[in-house]
């Protein structure tokens, strides 16, 4: 007969518990600040001339736990572009209004295994646009939101998700909007292919015009961390305690998100890091660890897929450091200490 003691750990293993603290977490997110901090390597982006001008030595981490608790380093109230990131938040908006069955036929889930914005993916998957969280597919989601037809009130729709999401509000770096205006050639050619395939829901240059003003919104390491918990912590934001949506659509962006989040990287993404992130070309890096917690990372320079090398490597930090992985099949319980 096993005693009381190692009945318990026989428990623990079969069961898989693991218990980290807070002070664990807190540690780990400043260690992996330090050590990443020096990261050389990369470059901002340069095809949007804003963003080219933006200081490269930026660097900040956040993360929110599900209770609540915020752990941040670094430049995490620097507003920079949330570029792509804003896709999840979007998608988050469509799942709102349409429902998980409507997006999946209207956008789809799939991976495209090429570039945000790739026009050949459009070509291979005419039938549908693959994905909310790729170019294409954030413009379909642009075009779908409600209420139709009226510019400013999804414009409204769009904004105030964002400021559910993120526990704040948030504004367009007009600057930023401006100069992707300007640059947005290969949108555009997105936008018009699109309609081509009967996939813009509304009119096209009012969706292509929302899916860069969403792109253009200044945002914080901080508020995206929160954003990221609320989707880990099914759809409640933890810090305002509001439901922002309906726990259930919380597996489904958390699925697209770990099929397309680094786009042609995001397998080695999450082979090497085990949390589903989005990645934005502002340096943004947004990771949900359903059930635990949000991760945000925020660092300019990016590899050649456009994902910032230095938030790439600390969220990856953080997670070695805890020995933390959604498919590492632990349940994983987090003690305030
Ligand atoms: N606004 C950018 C674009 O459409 C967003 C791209 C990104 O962050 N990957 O090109």
């Given at each position: 007969m096993p005693n009381v003691k190692t009945e318990n750990i026989l428990i623990k293993i079969l069961t898989m518990e693991k218990t980290i603290t807070h002070s664990q977490i807190k540690q780990a997110v400043e260690e992996a600040y330090k050590e990443c901090k020096d990261i050389t390597g990369g470059h901002n982006a340069d095809y949007i001339p804003f963003l080219a001008n933006i200081d490269p030595n930026l660097f900040g981490i956040s993360v929110t736990l599900t209770d609540g608790t915020t752990f941040s380093v670094g430049d995490t109230e620097y507003k920079f572009g949330i570029e792509s990131v804003s896709k999840v938040l979007t998608a988050i908006l469509v799942l709102k209004q349409f429902g998980a069955e409507a997006v999946l036929k209207q956008i789809?889930?799939?991976?495209?295994?090429?570039?945000?914005?790739?026009i050949f993916a459009i070509l291979l998957e005419n039938d549908h646009p693959?994905?909310?969280?790729?170019n294409a597919g954030a413009i379909t989601a642009c075009s779908m939101v409600e209420p139709k037809g009226d510019s400013w009130g999804k414009w409204e729709a769009i904004i105030n998700n964002f400021t559910d999401l993120c526990g704040s509000e948030a504004q367009v770096i007009d600057e930023l909007y401006k100069s992707e205006s300007d640059t947005n050639f290969n949108n555009r050619s997105i936008a018009w292919l699109l309609k081509n395939y009967n996939r813009i829901y509304d009119d096209v240059d009012m969706s292509l015009d929302l899916y860069t003003r969403q792109c253009s919104v200044g945002i914080t390491a901080s508020q995206l961390a929160i954003c990221a918990a609320t989707i880990a912590n099914g759809g409640l934001n933890p810090v305002t305690k509001s439901q922002v949506f309906a726990r259930e659509l919380a597996p489904k962006i958390t699925t697209l998100i770990s099929a397309v989040?680094?786009?042609?990287n995001t397998g080695d993404w999450m082979y090497t890091s085990g949390i589903p992130a989005k990645s934005g070309v502002g340096g943004g890096v947004m990771g949900v660890y359903p059930g635990v917690m949000g991760v945000a990372a925020f660092a300019p320079p990016l590899d050649d897929a456009g994902n910032s090398v230095k938030a790439q490597a600390a969220v990856k930090a953080i997670m070695k450091k805890l020995d933390l992985g959604i498919f590492n099949g632990d349940n994983v319980k987090v003690i305030a200490d």
């Open positions: 789809g889930a799939d991976a495209t295994g090429l570039p945000f914005n790739s693959s994905t909310p969280l790729v989040g680094f786009y042609q």
